[in-house]
């Protein structure tokens, strides 16, 4: 994955807000996942079609951090999306 890979969800999860976190229940497997902050941002990204370094820069408009760091971190988190094949 690169800054120029393009990020679609896979399957449709349920995903609820709660308190500022979102819970996501994958009844595939019967788990359940919690997102908070920088993780909720990404998730409402993701809703739509959107490029890897589309996502650094829009976080970076936001939040006080280096784009290296940025980087790593984004691609981190949709990793382990990918590898729980929520996303392409």
């Not at 690169?2 to 497997?29: A, Q």
């Amino acid at each position: 994955m690169d800054l120029n890979s393009v990020i679609k969800l896979k399957r449709d999860i349920s995903v609820t807000d709660l308190s500022g976190e979102k819970v996501m229940i994958d009844f595939e497997t019967g788990k359940y996942y919690m997102l908070k902050g920088v993780g909720n941002d990404i998730w409402d990204m993701i809703q739509t079609e959107i490029s890897v370094g589309d996502i650094v820069e829009k976080l970076l408009e936001e939040y006080d951090v280096t784009r290296e760091v940025c980087t790593a971190s984004v691609i981190d988190f949709l990793s382990k999306l990918k590898e729980r094949e929520f996303i392409a």
